[in-house]
């Protein structure tokens, strides 16, 4: 067979692997506020046909295989062997233990007429105790927490968890999403720089470990992908990184880009598309939840506030159109305002300039609800970090970039921030896993035959 048949042969393939992939997945997720909740009742409540997956780009989109001319579109998950939404078992860790539906009906976010229907499922679903430090969450404090001599301890314990969840729900693989709270701001220091000198800071209680890393740390070395939906600095550091290449393990983060960062990165290419000069760029956002509460926290908002200014200065790239950008003042506010709860308002003042330098402005108001945003984000992140540890992809996972204000790309290389380039990264990546799924399935059939 020559190869352009071969290679059509295998999409043919690939195009037919719709069952899903074999088994069931667990998804684990430290902290089980707010986004993990609306994610795990949106699933049961999709499940039971009281809603569809809006916003999930593995539930609603579509790819064409070859991107040859007339070549119909399909829906991802009918072309790719994705898990199945009904495959999807939910747990994690908390400070509060609290279940599922009382830790829901607290966020406030999904109705309570649909909390009802899905709360049998909702109940079950119980917190692990958490591995916490208050040095790295100011605001908030809770009881249903782990100890350990150390902090190798606790990641131990975390790995046990991770086997007991598995062998107890009979799954075939899980991923881990950090769904919890934002860690104060840090810098990579030397016990980041290798996995020798982390496993040792991890047995020394090295105060520069954090906990979000002991959970990356313990899901690594369980062959556990793990994705950071928050801005802490975790799965960026080289130590994490260094194992997460020598197993074989993706890595994605990080801090979800759902409302004021998502406009962000659509707006900004428009206007470097066009050649239209930006003098300023103001956003505040005021929101009521948990989050908001712990971002309330300078050294919390501090690590939030540099993730969300990253985007904007590497899209206008100043340094290639002075005229155009190199005096933008780019402000972020972000403001604690109960009030609001979960319904967050973004609101964005821009001041462009166009012919012979005359200024305009624009205004956003974006009234969004955070977690509504946030959990197709998980579910899709959840299903693409499970299918490209199935293609033996390991290491920061930069195609997943779509989903983050401050993408994880290896060391040394740029970040994409714009989202239409980090779409089409996202769907030539899906391309190529359909080819190896395809590949891997016609070996194991031949060695079956064999
Ligand atoms: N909603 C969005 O649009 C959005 C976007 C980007 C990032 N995020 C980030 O996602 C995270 C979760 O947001 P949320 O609205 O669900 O917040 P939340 O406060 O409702 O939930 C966070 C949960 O994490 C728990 N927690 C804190 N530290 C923990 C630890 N060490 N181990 C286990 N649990 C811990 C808290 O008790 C809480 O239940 C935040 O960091 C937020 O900044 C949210």
Known sequence: MDDRLSTEKTRTDAASANDGAPGRLGVLTPGMGAIATTFFGGVLAIRQALGQPIGALSQMATLSLDQSPGETQALIRTVLPLARMEDLVFGGWDIFADDMYTAARDAG?????????????????????????????????????????????LADQVRADIQQFKSAHGLERLVMIWCASTEVYSEAGSVHQS????????????????????????????????ANGAPNLTEDIPALQELALEKRVPLCGKDFKTGQTMLKTVLAPAFKARMLGVSGWFSTNILGNRDGEV??????????????LGALEHILNAEAHPDLYSNMHHQVRINYYPPRGDNKEGWDNIDIFGWLGYPMQIKIDFLCRDSILAAPLILDVALFMDLAGRCGWGGPQEWLSFYFKSPTVPAGAPAEHDLFCQLEKLKDRLR??????AAESAESSWRTAN
């Open 109 to 153: 976010v999904l109705e309570p007429a649909t909390l009802e229907q899905i709360r049998s499922g909702l109940e079950v679903i119980r917190p692990m105790p958490a591995v916490f430090d208050r040095n790295y969450v100011k605001r908030i404090d809770g009881p249903h927490i782990k100890t350990g001599r150390t902090k190798m301890d």
């Open 295 to 308: 971002l309330d926290d300078p050294r919390a908002q501090k690590t939030k506030a540099i993730s969300k």
């Open 432 to 437: 190529e896993a359909s080819l190896a799924m």
């Open 195 to 226: 996995l020798t000198r982390f496993e040792e800071g991890l047995k020394n209680n090295d105060p520069g470990i954090a906990p979000s890393m002991i959970y990356a740390y313990a899901a690594i070395r369980e062959g556990v992908p793990f």
